[in-house]
């Protein structure tokens, strides 16, 4: 199935909770968090008959996937669109107003839900995807887009992270690469191999492909809390790992990349971690390796070498 066939009629972003909002029938799931989903920039217009969304926390972005999805709607096509009211809940309905929608505005366990129709002429969807869309930034000097992991700036632990790499050789990993910062530090040692570039978020496995376009490269759309892709046998594995999930703080994804690492790595294999200084990972880097070394704490983060 193509991604704008025509038997797609409902489409469902993120996973709302089921007693908030009715998922349609068929509903093809197509948010970029959720590996293996289609692409809603890729819908044909007037398409669908309904969308139900769990809308981004992000302003810029969640204006983007709005109007993708008006969009994509048949005139008189039906859209739930559905967030937390500290994550964005508050301003949904006028958001869907400024597209010309008429809104109806529920609130319920903290969420506000909007239902609107697809208006016969919406308004202002050309500047919201627009303004949503991949560019490049100069400050970064790289290719990105509003909704990944520090999207506009350079994430103060992988600064760190970058001021104490050593050089690196042979096979490794960035798990978690977002736009792949530190995947061309890591590039730039003569010695390395290869370096399979993973990220659960399609936009920034898109952008990484673009940042570093380099044949020792891999690119990996992928959940590494799963079983893909398929790593073993590593000299390294370098990480920022996330430890916010849907907006809470999980501290389990960190615990998740370091087991998934231990199982990765060759024996004498080494991992390069950096955390927020307050997240407990000492405890599970000394159960999954040889040895733990806090190699320096600054600035709310600490940066650990561990080998297998």
């Known amino acids: 199935m193509t991604h704008t066939d025509p038997d797609i009629r409902a489409v469902l972003y993120g996973l709302p909770p089921d007693d908030l909002a009715e998922r349609p029938a068929g509903a093809v799931q197509v948010s970029p968090l959720i590996p293996g989903s289609a692409r809603l920039e890729d819908l044909a217009e007037s398409s669908l008959d309904s969308a139900v ?38 301003r949904l309905a006028k958001e869907l107003r400024s597209f010309g929608c008429a809104v109806t505005d529920e609130p319920r366990r903290h969420h506000r839900i909007c239902t609107a129709l697809r208006p016969e002429t ?48 042979g096979r490794g990993a960035d798990f978690g690469c977002g736009l792949g910062i530190l995947a061309r530090a890591v590039l730039t040692s003569p010695k390395v191999a290869s370096l399979a570039l993973i990220d659960i978020d399609r936009r920034a496995v898109a952008m990484a492909r673009r940042n570093v376009d380099e044949a020792r490269a891999s690119h990996h759309w992928a959940d590494l809390r799963g079983a893909e892709p398929a790593l073993s046998g590593l000299d390294f594995v370098v990480t920022n790992p996330p430890f916010h999930d849907g907006g809470a703080e999980d501290q389990a ?15 004498g294999g080494t991992l390069h971690l950096v955390a927020n200084a307050h997240l407990p990972y000492e405890a599970p880097l000394r159960d999954a390796f040889r040895s733990v070394t806090p190699v320096v704490t600054e600035g709310g983060y600490k940066l650990f070498e561990a080998r297998k």
Not at 253 to 267: C, D, T, V, Y
């Open 253 to 267: 994804l960190g615990r998740a990349f370091i087991a998934r690492a231990a199982s990765a790595l060759r024996p």
């Open 122 to 169: 919406p308004s202002g969807l050309d500047a919201a995807v627009a303004e949503g869309a991949p560019r490049h930034i100069d400050n970064l000097a790289l290719c990105t887009q509003p909704g990944i992991f520090s999207w506009d700036r350079l994430d103060p632990g992988t600064a760190l992270l970058l001021r104490h790499l050593p050089a690196l050789s």
């Open 53 to 90: 969304l769990l809308a981004p926390p992000g302003t810029v972005e969640r204006r983007y996937v709005l109007a993708l999805a008006i969009r994509a709607l048949r005139p008189g096509g039906r859209l739930v669109a559905l967030a937390p009211k500290d994550k964005g809940g508050t």
